[in-house]
Nanobody
């Protein structure tokens, strides 16, 4: 089993920035692609960003492209989501997820999940 623990969420004003972290344990982190999802209040969980095993390839939801950057440091077993120019509509619980192959935007494709961290963007 792989355990994922997110941190770094909080309350921020619109236009501000946050960096989320996701620490992995229990499995060899570098063998797993990772992704970030979010669940806004009252809505379904949605894809945000994906990062390949070594971090050299990424792709994003259109709603965050150009504002969010996914990365990872395999030596630290940690993934990151840098969020800039935050908007009120970015308010959500943010989750990191992992699976052995790279690619895919569906919740059901990812095997391992963290518990989530709350991000609130005030207008």
């Amino acid at each position: 089993q792989m355990q994922l623990v997110e941190s770094g969420g909080g309350l921020v004003q619109a236009g501000g920035s946050l960096r989320l972290s996701c620490v992995a344990s229990g499995r060899t982190f570098s063998r797993y692609a990772m992704a970030w999802f979010r669940q806004p209040p009252g809505k379904e969980r949605e894809f945000v960003a994906a990062v390949s095993w070594g971090g050299t390839s990424t792709y994003y939801a259109d709603s965050v492209k150009g504002r969010f950057t996914g990365s990872r440091d395999n030596a630290k077993n940690t993934g990151y989501l840098q969020m800039n120019n935050l908007k009120p509509e970015d308010t959500a619980i943010y989750y990191c997820a992992a699976k052995s192959d790279y690619g895919g935007r569906s919740v059901g494709e990812y095997r391992y999940w963290g518990q989530g961290t709350q991000v609130t963007v005030a207008s």
